[in-house]
Nanobody, 127 residues
Framework: QVQLVESGGGLVKPGGSLRLSCVAS????????IGWFRQAPGKERERVSCIESRDGSTSYADSVKGRFIMSRDNAKDNDKTTVHLQMNSLKPEDTAVYFC????????????????WGQGTQVTVSS
């Protein structure tokens, strides 16, 4: 059973930075993608970024491109990995619950649906 646990959320002032982490475990295949999503109150869930297990290739939503960086720790276990979302130059509109999710795709695509989700971590950007 794939499980994901996010951490690192909190309150930060506009222009500040936060680093989110997601520990994903229980993979049974070597090829998968992990995505970060966010949902603000009263708004639809938004795809933020994605990373591919094969080679660490990443992709980003236009709203965060150039400010957010997704990365992963060097793989030591075949069935477990940790990914991070470094969020810089944060804006009040980045306020949301951030989720990581995964599924067995080879390449990232913002059209993918995901079966496995973490519980989310709150990010609040406010002065």
């Amino acid at each position: 059973q794939v499980q994901l646990v996010e951490s690192g959320g909190g309150l930060v002032k506009p222009g500040g930075s936060l680093r989110l982490s997601c520990v994903a475990s229980g993979f049974t295949l070597n090829s998968y993608v992990i995505g970060w999503f966010r949902q603000a109150p009263g708004k639809e869930r938004e795809r933020v970024s994605c990373i591919e297990s094969r080679d660490g290739s990443t992709s980003y939503a236009d709203s965060v491109k150039g400010r957010f960086i997704m990365s992963r720790d060097n793989a030591k276990d075949n069935d477990k990995t940790t990914v991070h979302l470094q969020m810089n130059s944060l804006k009040p509109e980045d306020t949301a619950v951030y989720f990581c999710a995964t599924d067995y795709y080879v390449h990232c695509s913002f059209n993918h649906e995901y079966d496995y989700w973490g519980q989310g971590t709150q990010v609040t950007v406010s002065s």
